[in-house]
């Protein structure tokens, strides 16, 4: 395992638990953040290089899932 596969599955632990955390708390941003740290390794790894630029705009979806419904009174 050279050093840059090393750094991507750090990447994505760090993006997984900033995902998990985010969705706790109920903080959308925190979730895009890890949810592009992420799908970023994963793509790269799994050989779908040409849908890396597709990361943000899943990771924002998966953030507006999670995010906190707010009602206005």
């Given amino acids: ?17 900033l995902s ?3 969705f706790q708390k109920k903080s959308q941003i925190i979730m895009l953040i890890g949810g592009i740290g ?6 790269y790894f799994m050989g779908w290089t040409s849908f890396l630029p ?3 705009v899943i990771a924002l979806g998966i ?11």
């Fill in 1 to 17: 395992m050279n050093l840059l596969h090393l750094i991507l599955v750090f990447l994505m632990i760090a993006g997984l638990s």
């Fill in 20 to 22: 998990v955390y985010g």
């Fill in 38 to 43: 992420f799908f970023g390794p994963l793509f």
């Fill in 54 to 56: 597709f990361v943000s």
């Fill in 63 to 73: 953030s507006f899932l999670g995010r906190k419904k707010t009602t206005s009174t």
